[in-house]
């Protein structure tokens, strides 16, 4: 009988360690966290208040503006208030939910309001030199479309004045249309091809013209885009000018019909 009790305290040992074994094993431990906040100028220490996700509050005073807890893992909401000459709470910060991440380092995590970041405004300093250079100053910027456009018009009016050009000059150096030539033909060929060579040079010098004016009007226009990319460098790719656009809408009592107000605002 004696014999029997011993093995069976044995058995119930055994198995008691197994279960704190297990449970040892799947059981999370509580991990450690530091929490701060700025401090406060006069006050008589502090009071911390952690609620847990079942609703419980367990509070504490400290003398710090930091303090580090050991919590097991979850969310947690918190706040802080300082302690005034009474030992009482002044005022108490907003909860805050902390999340005590399952990791072995230490965490820290702060009590103070994150403010808004400012949106951060990047101001170019951009040489003078590079604004005489068509959409230069936008590309500064990082935007590609102005000097793509730019350099798409001015390959395209160097192109076609250039061509304009060569027609002329290929019908000018033309020896039909030579002077001598015409006169020579004209003495010594039959009276039919006199007129007949000058008929031509009279068509050759129409479209010559055309051609100049077609060369005239291309340098004007490289011209002109030229100057534009240069108040558009100096005026309007500056990021810090705005340009505002107010339309209203109204009806005078006072008179028959509606009247429609438009402003144009442009400010350097």
């Known amino acids: ?48 208040e952690v609620k847990k996700e079942d609703g419980s509050i367990s509070s504490e005073n ?14 947690y909401d918190v706040r802080v208030s300082a302690l005034n000459k009474f030992r009482k709470p002044s005022n108490w ?39 005489f250079i068509p959409g230069f100053v936008t590309f500064e910027y990082g935007k590609k479309w102005k000097i793509i456009t730019y350099s798409i018009l001015f ?13 002329g000059d290929y019908l000018s150096g033309k020896l039909e249309n030579d002077e001598g030539f015409l006169w020579a033909g004209s003495y010594y060929s039959p009276t039919q091809l006199g007129p007949l060579l000058y008929f031509n040079r009279n068509s050759d010098r129409d ?11 291309g340098g004007y226009f490289l011209a002109g885009l030229y100057l534009f990319s240069l108040i558009d460098s100096f005026y309007f790719s500056n990021q810090e000018k705005k340009i505002s656009f107010d339309f209203s809408f109204y009806h005078d009592k006072k008179k028959t019909g509606n009247q429609i107000l438009f402003q144009l605002n442009y400010s350097f």
Not at 26 to 31: F, G, L, Q, T, V
Not at 207 to 217: A, P
């Open 62 to 75: 400290i003398k710090t503006n930091f303090i580090e807890l050991n919590l097991l893992p979850g969310k």
């Open 207 to 217: 479209l010559y013209d055309s051609y100049q004016m077609n060369q005239r009007f």
């Open 155 to 167: 390959v395209g009016g160097s192109y076609y004045t250039y061509k304009n050009k060569k027609e």
């Open 1 to 48: 009988m004696l014999k029997l009790n011993k093995i069976n305290n044995k058995i119930i040992y055994i198995i008691l360690f197994c279960i704190v074994f297990v449970n040892g094993l799947y059981s999370e431990s509580a991990k450690s966290i530091k929490l701060e906040w700025s401090p406060i100028k006069g006050n008589k220490g502090y009071k911390l």
């Open 93 to 131: 910060s907003d909860w805050k939910i902390i999340t005590v991440k399952d990791i072995e380092e230490k965490q820290n995590i702060s009590m103070n309001k994150e403010e808004p970041k400012e949106e951060e405004i990047k101001i170019i300093s951009i040489p003078l030199w590079k604004k």
